[in-house]
């Protein structure tokens, strides 16, 4: 029975079931009405639960009917990746669970907490800045997130509080986006002393590329 349910409880019903995390399904409706007895109603749950029945909880709650059960959507795996950038650094953010579909998340909300958890889910452990829809090109496909909730100290976007998922108000021009600190590599080429050669420069993993030499100059050259 939903009388006291919240998403933290939708939460530790996913884990316990083997998933990353949860949320409550709004419009219960939807799947139909159960039958049979209801055996839990007021669930308490705290978040290290390992099984629900260590919840606090009313058994065979008499204040209930099918009207107010409870559903949930489990989460899988959340893998990102970025696209649209000019660099693997950068890019619009684009979101799937488990193995689905890719889709975009909307900037509704999306802030630099947002985009720290983002970029060091990635691998750019030095965070990043988020941007809002038009810096990148627009994303096809779903949308699967709108007004994600970060900290900003989370190991990735599972840990976040996601209100809706696959549920929104947006359009592609509000695909949000992040651009990742990424650390920057340099090395010589085109010698065959290491002290010399040809200056290339990427941007963490990404591609190498050269340096124009409009304004380089000795101190560039010492740096």
């Given at each position: 029975?939903?009388?006291?349910?919240?998403?933290?409880n939708a939460g530790v019903v996913c884990r316990l079931m083997g998933y990353t995390g949860g949320r409550n399904v709004a419009d219960v409706s939807t799947l139909g009405e159960?039958?049979?007895?209801?055996?839990?109603?007021?669930?308490?749950?705290?978040?290290?639960?390992t099984n629900i029945l260590s919840c606090g909880l009313t058994w065979e709650p008499s204040n209930c009917d099918?009207?107010?059960?409870?559903?949930?959507?489990?989460?899988?795996?959340?893998?990102l990746r970025l696209t649209g950038g000019q660099s693997a650094s950068q890019?619009?953010?684009?979101?799937?669970?488990?193995?689905?579909?890719?889709?975009t998340i909307c900037d509704d909300g999306f802030d630099?907490?947002?985009?720290?958890?983002?970029?060091?889910?990635?691998?750019?452990?030095?965070?990043?800045?988020?941007?809002?829809?038009?810096?990148?090109?627009e994303g096809t496909g779903p949308i699967w997130l709108e007004e994600l909730n970060c900290v900003g100290n989370e190991s990735s976007v599972a840990d976040c509080q996601?209100?809706?998922?696959?549920?929104?108000?947006?359009?592609?021009?509000?695909d949000a986006g992040v651009i990742c600190k990424a650390a920057v590599s340099v090395r010589l080429t085109g010698s065959r002393s290491?002290?010399?050669?040809?200056?290339?420069?990427?941007?963490?993993?990404?591609e190498w590329g050269t340096i124009c030499d409009d304004g380089v100059d000795d101190r560039d050259a010492q740096v």
């Open positions: 029975c939903n009388t006291g349910w919240s998403e933290a159960e039958t049979g007895r209801i055996w839990f109603g007021d669930v308490t749950c705290g978040n290290d639960v099918h009207n107010m059960d409870v559903a949930v959507t489990c989460q899988a795996d959340l893998s890019g619009r953010v684009e979101i799937s669970s488990g193995n689905g579909e890719w889709g630099d907490r947002d985009a720290q958890v983002v970029c060091r889910q990635l691998g750019y452990v030095t965070g990043g800045v988020a941007t809002v829809g038009g810096v990148f090109d996601i209100s809706r998922w696959g549920e929104h108000e947006c359009t592609h021009r509000d290491p002290l010399q050669g040809r200056v290339e420069i990427r941007s963490g993993n990404g």
